[in-house]
């Protein structure tokens, strides 16, 4: 099979890359390697541990083969593998962060990382600030001598500002500092961070990389020049991944991009549909024409996917838990990317500057890969016991 130069398109690419059949007999998927100890030919290769594989936690062919496939998305240097989502975001600030340093983290982030850095890392002396999601270039301000990374998300988690990525990234690097970035939401199809000036892509791969709603994992990509220093702290963490989940992963990136388009297109549809409902106050979307951000969506995203929050006309816990109730085809669960639907409330108490204000209950939507017009029906029912409640 020949490799990628570079002119195949996305579908081409997520079917073939990562992985050669010829390397392993013809076999269209790689092995499933199951691993702890490597053997050694000699004890001169095993002392200079000279050859290709040493030791299971630091990778095998089925490792390597997601590895490899998601370096030719994100355009990175390298790539290592790790258990869940959230470890994706721990184990590079672990790697990066140390004590005394000062962090600059997005208000709307992702709440499980809020929690790792309200935790963690300010018990082990890493100063970490806040700050407003759509500060732009304006995040100078913020810098102090000992700045050392800035913790991006774009959009937002669960309210979906757009970030000026670019900008960030521009006035970061002028003081010295590193740019990461949690891209779950666009995944490399629809945004390459570090085409955009980020050092380090974070993906939640539990979710459309994956796409069944049955495994969890994560993906860390670097620059060349952050690349060294990630690998051994992923090294030095022994955080690895196994080889069932690596393999589901790979094998949900074949049909990805097929996926991913779909689950695009129904859930802009449903967006600008819900806009006209009565019941809702307004649609968090950043490919709405409506989105304060839409603009800057367009300018630095080439799609969007599945994932977006509806913000009800008035009310609180009590509509928001009749709407959540009243709904039968979207599930109530955590996470997203999956091929079936689901709802869950937001709250936003943890924030300290993006709280809104937000007329009513916000709920988000992940919109699966069903039938648009049983999907509004379930939806309609949902809005009409909000407002009877």
Request: net charge negative; charged share 20%; proline share 6%.
């Amino acid at each position: 099979m020949a490799k990628n130069n570079g002119n195949w398109g996305i579908n081409t690419r997520l079917a073939h890359g990562g992985n050669d059949p010829r390397d392993f007999f013809g076999f269209v998927n790689p092995p499933v390697v199951h691993a702890s100890t490597v053997l050694y030919p000699d004890a001169a290769t095993m002392t200079t541990r000279g050859q290709k594989y040493t030791y299971g936690t630091h990778g095998t062919p089925t490792s390597d083969a997601l590895a490899a496939a998601i370096d030719e998305l994100e355009g990175s240097a390298g790539t290592i593998i790790v258990p869940s989502g959230l470890a994706a975001v721990t184990v590079p600030l672990l790697a990066f962060a140390s004590a005394g340093d000062h962090i600059l983290v997005v208000d709307s982030i992702y709440r499980p990382t809020r929690h790792f850095c309200d935790t963690m890392l300010k018990r082990m002396g890493v100063d970490v600030e806040y700050y407003e999601p759509r500060i732009g270039a304006g995040i100078k301000a913020l810098f102090r001598p000992n700045t050392r990374i800035v913790f991006t998300e774009s959009p937002a988690s669960n309210t979906y500002e757009v970030q000026d990525i670019p900008a960030i990234s521009k006035e970061a690097h002028a003081i010295g500092a590193m740019v990461m970035m949690d891209n779950t939401w666009a995944t490399p199809l629809y945004l390459r961070p570090l085409d955009h000036g980020v050092d380090i892509s974070i993906h939640a791969a539990t979710k459309y990389p994956g796409g069944h709603s049955d495994v969890l994992l994560g993906t860390v990509s670097a620059n060349e020049a952050c690349w060294p220093k990630l690998l051994g702290g992923f090294d030095a963490l022994g955080c690895c991944a196994g080889p069932n989940d690596v393999y589901q992963v790979l094998r949900g990136l074949r049909t990805m991009g097929v996926r991913l388009e779909h689950h695009g297109k129904n859930a802009l549809e449903i967006a600008r549909w819900l806009e006209t409902e009565a019941g809702v106050a307004r649609v968090l979307h950043p490919a709405l024409e409506s989105h304060p951000d839409h603009a800057l969506w367009k300018r630095d995203f080439s799609g969007a996917s599945g994932v977006f929050s509806v913000v009800l006309a008035g009310g609180g816990q009590k509509q928001a838990h009749a709407f959540l109730d009243a709904l039968k085809i979207f599930g109530l669960g955590y996470s997203w990317g999956g091929y079936e639907s689901l709802a869950v409330p937001v709250f936003l108490d943890d924030r300290t500057i993006a709280k809104g204000p937000y007329e009513g209950p916000l709920i988000r939507l992940q919109i699966g890969l069903e039938d648009l017009e049983d999907l509004k029906t379930d939806l309609s029912a949902g809005l009409a016991a909000a407002r009877a409640a």
